[in-house]
Every structure is written in structure tokens, then in C-alpha cells.
């Protein structure tokens, strides 16, 4: 993919859902797909970290009947940061770390931070069993509304949106367009990471990690989907080798889709 070409515009003030605490928690419906469908709204979010929720920010989840989160983070910052207030609202948690290191995945390959793209394409597969886990956590009974996140809700959250919209079906342009739209709250981000950790921590805390990932660039996402491409031919075949299970694959269509 071309990473200059046109990125189409996705509606900001239907899709954000405002908030005091998560800036990043967005709606993942009214995405079209190539064989017609429409994702639905209402059914399935994306954000950044819950425990920023606050007081005020419950009457909203319950309004939106939010009833499970599923939680990429890992150990570590769970024990650091915690969940908010989610026993608050009869909310599920479930924890699905993309990559822990009190619990490391057998024989998955090394995750790799010499390019975004690399990062990225080494995540879907040594987070492939927490994917996979995610999907099979939306379709449980009983499990939707949904929202899935990780700390910022670019990477980890980023890939698993890519995923899953790309199993619905959603054109590559549209994979790419929700994704960048993280890129308009990347200062917000920084800002909120710098008031928690200290000047000193942020100073630290990108040595060796590529520059890319710094923000929500659309090239990156796009080497991401080219992988899959080249590698597995299409995220179908992408899920078949990462073990999601076909009633997973077809339930998300019937649950997600209009």
C-alpha cells in the first residue's frame, strides 16, 4: 500500500464517545463492508485504559449497556494502574494480555520493534491465543456491548480492531482510516502518560522503540494489512492459522453485522 494515497474520512462526532477519563473510546459500527453489510452500532468499542473512568463517566456506560471489557494489558500494569470503576457497572473484565512477561506465550515467535510494521506484524502473531480469546469473549452469551482496549488503544487495540474489522469484511482503506483516528488524541495521551509517570520516565521510555509509534500513522497499519496479505492471503486465512475457531469467525458476523 501506498502510504501518501487518500485515507478516507470517517465521521468523528457519531463515532467518539465523550468521556471524563478514556479520550480514545470510540464506536466501532457503521463501517461498510465489501459484501454490503454495515457493522452495528452500539455493539462493539475501542478505547484507551479504563482506569481513567470516573464518577461521571458511569451513567454513560450504563446508558450505553456496556456489560463486558476486555482488558490487552498486561500483569504489570493492571497491578499498577488497576480497572477503574467497572465492578461499578456490572461490567465484566477479561483479561487478555497481548504480551506479558510474568506469562509468556510457548513457541510464539518474539515480538519485534525494529519498524512499526514489524511490531505490529510480530503482535498478531504472538498475541495470535489472546485474539483469540477476545473474539471468543464478545460472542459468549450475554457479552455485548463490548469494549476492548489496551493502555493508549493504538497498538495492541489497534491490531485486534484490524482483525476484527477485517474479519467482518470492512475494506482495507476503512481498516486504516479507524485507525488513524487514535492519531488525533496522541497529545491528549502524551500529556495524561507524562502528568502519571514523571518527565523523567517519558525521556526513557521510547529508547529503541521506533518513532512511528510514537504517533497512529497510516503507513504503519497499512504494512500491517500488506503483511497479512503476503503471508496468509486475507484475514480469514490469517484467523484459520492463528486458531480462531470458524463459530467464532461466523458468530462475530452474525452478531456484529447489519
Known amino acids: 500500500m501506498n502510504g501518501a494515497r487518500q485515507i478516507r474520512s470517517l465521521p468523528m462526532t457519531e463515532r467518539r464517545v465523550t468521556l471524563e477519563g478514556p479520550v480514545n473510546f470510540r464506536d466501532l459500527g457503521g463501517y461498510p463492508t465489501a459484501d454490503g453489510h454495515t457493522t452495528r452500532w452500539g455493539r462493539v468499542f475501542r478505547s484507551d485504559s479504563t482506569h481513567t473512568l470516573t464518577a461521571a463517566?458511569?451513567?454513560v456506560l450504563r446508558e450505553l449497556g456496556m456489560r463486558t471489557a476486555i482488558d490487552f494489558r498486561s500483569a504489570q500494569e493492571i497491578e499498577?494502574?488497576?480497572i477503574g470503576p467497572l465492578g461499578d457497572v456490572a461490567i465484566t473484565h477479561v483479561h487478555c494480555p497481548t504480551f506479558d512477561h510474568s506469562n509468556p506465550i510457548?513457541?510464539?515467535p518474539?515480538?519485534?520493534?525494529?519498524?512499526?510494521?514489524?511490531f505490529y506484524s510480530s503482535m498478531i502473531e504472538a498475541g495470535a491465543?489472546?485474539?483469540v480469546a477476545a473474539a471468543n469473549s464478545i460472542v459468549a452469551d450475554d457479552a455485548l456491548p463490548a469494549v476492548f482496549y489496551c493502555l493508549a488503544g493504538k497498538d495492541r487495540t489497534g491490531v485486534f480492531a484490524a482483525i476484527l474489522l477485517g474479519l467482518l469484511g470492512v475494506p482495507d482503506d476503512v481498516i486504516v482510516a479507524d485507525y488513524v483516528l487514535t492519531h488525533e488524541v496522541v497529545p491528549l495521551l502524551a500529556e495524561r502518560r507524562i502528568a502519571r509517570d514523571?518527565?523523567?520516565h517519558e525521556a526513557?521510555?521510547?529508547v529503541g522503540i521506533p518513532e512511528e509509534l510514537k504517533g497512529a500513522h497510516a503507513f504503519v497499519m497499512e504494512g500491517l494489512i500488506a503483511r497479512v496479505h503476503e503471508k496468509w492471503g486475507s484475514w480469514s486465512e490469517y484467523a484459520h492459522a492463528a486458531g480462531f475457531p470458524d463459530e467464532t469467525v461466523a458468530a462475530l458476523r452474525e452478531q456484529l453485522l447489519a
Open 110 to 118: 518474539a515480538i519485534v520493534l525494529s519498524s512499526g510494521i514489524d
Open 198 to 200: 514523571g518527565a523523567d
Open 80 to 82: 499498577r494502574l488497576g
Open 106 to 108: 510457548t513457541d510464539a
Open 57 to 59: 463517566d458511569i451513567p
Open 129 to 131: 491465543p489472546s485474539y
Open 204 to 206: 526513557t521510555r521510547w
